[in-house]
């Protein structure tokens, strides 16, 4: 299974702020690389898909990049509906993988 | 918008099958890939497996002797069946619908399985 590596683990940020998440692969996975937003007591929502493809309806402060293996998101202001958790997640090959997370708490 | 939701029992005692059903209202089965992931409380993200809806499936390998995944087109319907469970097995359940197999457009809300005596 492909490995997915992301950091940091958790952030502290306030409304505002610029942010940056990285995700890393064990093997290159080419563009294949989602992100998934998941706010407590709710299901993962689709953010980012082929590492840089705006999912319809998310706002454009989300914005991906990467290939191979190394990836980032980043949200360019943060807001107070963002304080959530983030995954990455291969789709290169199956098993799908998805990173261990990282939670954006209020600063 | 397809919309997603999964019903089943809470509580599974050790040992026993755990059966799940997501129902796709919104849109047809007759589409799509339809997958199965869980994450245990507190914890990450597992995807199980997936079904076309031709009844093509694929599943993960640390889970492959233990999972069944089906699909009823006629009830717009797909299940999981998971057998031999143990407390490991306790996490949230979520199905969800992907037009590549991989990538997970939409999700269900989950359901909260149990596995105790």
């Known amino acids: 299974d492909i490995q997915m590596t992301q950091s940091p683990s958790s952030l502290s940020a306030s409304v505002g702020d610029r942010v940056t998440i990285t995700c890393r692969a064990s093997q290159s996975i080419s563009s294949f690389l989602n992100w998934y937003q998941q706010k407590p007591g709710k299901a993962p929502k689709l953010l980012i898909y082929t590492a840089s493809s705006l999912q319809s309806g998310v706002p454009s402060r989300f914005s991906g990049s990467g290939s191979g293996t190394d990836f980032t998101l980043t949200i360019s202001s943060l807001q107070p509906g963002d304080f959530a958790t983030y995954y990455c997640?291969?789709?290169?090959?199956?098993?799908?993988?998805f990173g261990g997370g990282t939670k954006v708490e209020i600063k | 918008q397809v919309q997603l939701q999964e019903s089943g029992p809470g509580l599974v005692k050790p040992s026993e099958t755990l059966s799940l059903t997501c129902t796709v209202s919104g849109g047809s089965i007759s589409s799509s890939y339809w997958s199965w992931i869980r994450q245990p409380p507190g914890k990450g993200l597992e995807w199980i497996g997936y079904?076309?809806?031709?009844?093509?499936?694929n599943y993960n390998p640390s889970l492959k002797s233990r999972v069944t995944i089906s699909v009823d087109t006629s009830k717009n319907q797909f299940s999981l069946k998971l057998s031999s469970v143990t407390a490991a097995d306790t996490a949230v359940y979520y199905c969800a619908t992907s037009i590549t197999g991989t990538t997970l457009h939409y999700w269900g809300q989950g359901t909260l399985v149990t596995v105790s005596s």
């Open positions: 997640q291969q789709s290169y090959s199956t098993p799908p993988t």
């Open positions: 079904i076309y809806y031709s009844g093509r499936t």
